[in-house]
């Protein structure tokens, strides 16, 4: 199972970003998904999740200006990214607990950059 994140890049405060993550693989159900990121010098936080009966959770420096939804069909999980604040740079990651022949499992994708200028 592989997860690949894209979307990410450099906008200006009040801009907007989409991150997408797909999830790929010898998959049977995906359990649940969601973003976590890390700026420097601080620890790894959950940003946003979604299980797969669609409850979301959010933390609260983001609540009303990121939505995270997902695909079921496609394996994906999308993050939209409103009204951006410089202290939302970060390196972002998908992350997803998957059911898949071996068992169920945390997976996570590759970082993808997030810079919101000033």
């Known amino acids: 199972v592989q997860l690949q994140a894209s979307g990410g890049g450099l906008v200006q405060a009040g801009g907007s970003l989409r991150l997408s993550c797909a999830a790929d693989?010898?998959?049977?159900?995906?359990?649940?998904m969601g973003w976590y990121r890390q700026a420097p010098g601080k620890e790894r936080e959950l940003v946003a999740g979604?299980?797969?009966?669609?409850?979301?959770n959010y933390t609260d420096s983001v609540k009303g200006r990121f939505t995270i939804s997902m695909d079921n069909a496609k394996n994906t999980v999308t993050l939209q990214m409103n009204s951006l604040k410089s202290e939302d740079t970060a390196v972002y990651y998908c992350?997803?607990?998957?059911?898949?022949?071996?068992?169920?499992?945390?997976?996570w994708g590759q970082g993808t950059q997030v810079t919101v200028s000033s």
């Open positions: 992350q997803s607990r998957i059911r898949s022949w071996i068992g169920i499992h945390n997976y």
């Open positions: 693989g010898s998959i049977i159900s995906i359990n649940a």
């Open positions: 979604i299980s797969s009966d669609g409850r979301t």
